[in-house]
């Protein structure tokens, strides 16, 4: 089976502006998770989508949204971005999700710049 | 506040070594506790832990969870120059998964 794939790999954006991340999961998985990870914070949990619904959300400001397709692919869209939005985005997919307490297997990332 | 802390932040051992990486927690709602590797980007699964005393095992890495006091530990015997990654312990509570900071592993030849 293919991996989980994300694009792009990497992003160069000015203040203001905003993006548009993509991740397709795993054929046959229908949840997908978003991650932010930064050097002094680790990991932070930013969505996670089931069957095209937000299930679980974290502590991340509304400028950070998302959405999953029928075919479960999801987008993550950043509005108004700050330089503190710099950060490696890492999407995972898992058959059942976090409901199911079953692993989850990473994307490669999206390296996200603000200048 | 649910809070997952690794421990150390770095380390830096020789080829051969024992090394053990520690991990605690403190959550609301604890359901398991998982492992990953993170070498270049994506973090790979190692274990998921859910029972206290049962040690999971893979080669030379083993880990086990102690739920009374809260914590887990990853160890690698016989550490390889391929060991050096990050570790990162994370804890799912109530359907989130809350992560530590990782250990930054160096493995010297």
């Known amino acids: 089976k293919a991996g989980v794939t994300q694009t792009p790999r990497y992003l160069i954006k000015t203040r203001g502006q905003q993006v548009t991340l993509s991740c397709s999961p795993i054929s046959g998985h229908r949840s997908v998770s978003w991650y932010q990870q930064t050097p002094g914070q680790g990991l932070q949990f930013l969505f996670e989508?089931?069957?095209?619904?937000?299930?679980n959300k974290g502590n991340f400001p509304g400028r950070f949204s998302g959405r999953q397709f029928s075919n479960s692919r999801s987008e993550m869209n950043v509005s108004t971005l700050e330089l503190g939005d710099s950060a490696l985005y890492l999407c995972?997919?898992?058959?059942?999700?976090?409901?199911?307490?079953?692993?989850?297997?990473f994307g490669p990332g999206t390296r996200l710049l603000v200048l | 506040e649910d809070k997952v802390v690794q421990s150390p932040l770095s380390l830096v051992v020789h080829e051969g070594d024992t090394v053990t990486l520690n991990c605690s927690y403190e959550v609301t709602n604890f359901r398991s506790l998982l492992w990953y590797k993170q070498e270049k980007k994506a973090p790979t699964f190692l274990f998921m832990l859910t029972s206290s005393g049962i040690e999971k095992k893979s080669g030379r890495l083993s880990s086990i969870l102690d739920k009374k006091e809260l914590f887990s530990i990853l160890n690698i015997t016989a550490t390889q120059t391929g060991d050096s990654a990050i570790y990162l312990c994370s804890v799912d509570s109530n359907y989130q998964l809350i992560w530590g900071a990782g250990t930054k592993l160096i493995i010297k030849p």
């Open positions: 989508y089931f069957s095209e619904t937000q299930r």
């Open positions: 995972a997919s898992s058959q059942e999700g976090l409901a199911g307490a079953e692993t989850q297997y």
